[in-house]
């Protein structure tokens, strides 16, 4: 199994709150990605980084940050959330060299009321 | 815009067979990715296999093989000897050289029937 967590796995939370999702992986991987996936469809790209002080938006216009202070530690901060937000996160990490994610978190299951 | 296309949302295969999962891309770059992504009900997603566009020799991981047509944008997935725990969701992503943006196809739901 990848050693990569997020946490949340579930969150039910009113609109206009400040959501932070945590995921953090334990393999020293440099290159970290979020993405955000409705049921039953393709994942977008909405956050990447290529390591420390390094974060870049992906595809997928978002109205969440991240920051990655830390090597093993990619947070997504909503700061009002929406029930336009709901939907699944999935952070994922990979090393280096290699071309794709190659590791993905369990995900976080967003719903916003 | 490089798109990905997998045409059969749903599969079915009896327990021991043999599925094929269609994967067809656009593209203009000659230097790109090609992966197959399972993810299980409820569990992680996980990276199947991937393919370079410069190699012509199909990636092949135990049970999972590709079919890469390059001249067709054609990238299919075979798994062979069908097992319960290969039910999931597949999907075909593509990242072209250099990029960090995956794209995804819808996906195709895969069925063991035992």
């Known amino acids: 199994e990848a050693d990569i967590y997020q946490t949340p796995r579930y969150l039910v939370i009113g609109t206009g709150k400040k959501i932070t999702l945590e995921c953090s992986q334990t393999?020293?991987?440099?290159?970290m990605y979020w993405y955000q996936q409705d049921p039953g469809m393709e994942l977008h790209l909405i956050h990447y980084s290529y390591g420390v002080n390094s974060t870049e938006k992906g595809d997928l216009s978002s109205e969440s940050t991240v920051s990655r202070i830390r090597t093993e530690h990619f947070p997504l901060t909503l700061e009002s959330a929406r029930p336009s937000h709901t939907s699944q996160y999935l952070c994922?990490?990979?090393?280096?060299?290699?071309?794709?994610?190659?590791?993905f978190g369990d995900g976080t299951r967003l719903s916003i009321l | 815009a490089q798109t990905v296309t997998q045409s059969q949302p749903e599969m079915s295969v009896q327990e021991a067979e043999t599925v094929t999962l269609s994967c067809t891309y656009d593209?203009?770059?000659?230097?790109?990715?090609l992966f197959w992504y399972k993810q299980p009900p409820s569990r992680q997603m996980i990276l199947v296999i991937r393919q370079e566009a410069y190699k012509q020799q199909n990636a092949t991981e135990n049970r999972f093989s590709v079919n890469f047509q390059k001249a067709a944008k054609s990238f299919s997935l075979k798994i062979s000897d069908s097992q319960l725990g290969d039910a999931a969701m597949y999907f075909c992503?593509?990242?072209?050289?250099?990029?960090?943006?995956?794209?995804f196809g819808q996906g195709t739901r895969l069925t063991i029937n035992p």
């Open positions: 593209t203009s770059e000659s230097d790109y990715y």
């Open positions: 393999m020293g991987h440099d290159k």
């Open positions: 994922a990490s990979s090393e280096g060299g290699l071309p794709g994610p190659q590791h």
């Open positions: 992503a593509y990242r072209k050289e250099g990029a960090q943006k995956l794209v």
